[in-house]
Nanobody, 122 residues
Framework: QVQLVESGGGLVQPGGSLRLSCVASGNIFSIYAMGWYRQAAGNQRALVATFTRGGRTNYADSVKGRFTISRDNAKNTVYLQMNSLKPEDTAVYYC????????????????WGQGTQVSVSS
């Protein structure tokens, strides 16, 4: 069973930085895309950034220039470096994996982590 575990959330002051990590486990052979989504209180879950295995990245307009997604395919890990954080970045951040191929030929898609809270407040 493919699982995603996020870490790195916390409370930070406006203008500060945080780095989120997400590790995928479960006899994984490859993952096509890994990404980050966030859900603020009362809102729907929304895209933050994605990173395909081929190296293509995509960002929400609201985080362009402030957030950077990176990926270590050998470690099945995706990171989100968040700089110049704003109070409106406060949300639960979820890791997502799509197009997962497992050893033995199995597959999984649209796998979610449990989420990590990011709070930006003075």
């Amino acid at each position: 069973q493919v699982q995603l575990v996020e870490s790195g959330g916390g409370l930070v002051q406006p203008g500060g930085s945080l780095r989120l990590s997400c590790v995928a486990s479960g006899n994984i052979f490859s993952i096509y895309a890994m990404g980050w989504y966030r859900q603020a209180a009362g809102n729907q879950r929304a895209l933050v950034a994605t990173f395909t295995r081929g190296g293509r990245t995509n960002y929400a307009d609201s985080v362009k220039g402030r957030f950077t997604i990176s990926r270590d395919n050998a470690k099945n890990t995706v990171y989100l470096q968040m700089n110049s954080l704003k109070p409106e970045d406060t949300a639960v951040y979820y890791c997502n994996a799509g197009g997962v191929t497992t050893l033995g030929g199995g597959s999984a898609n649209n796998v979610w982590g449990q989420g990590t809270q990011v709070s930006v407040s003075s």
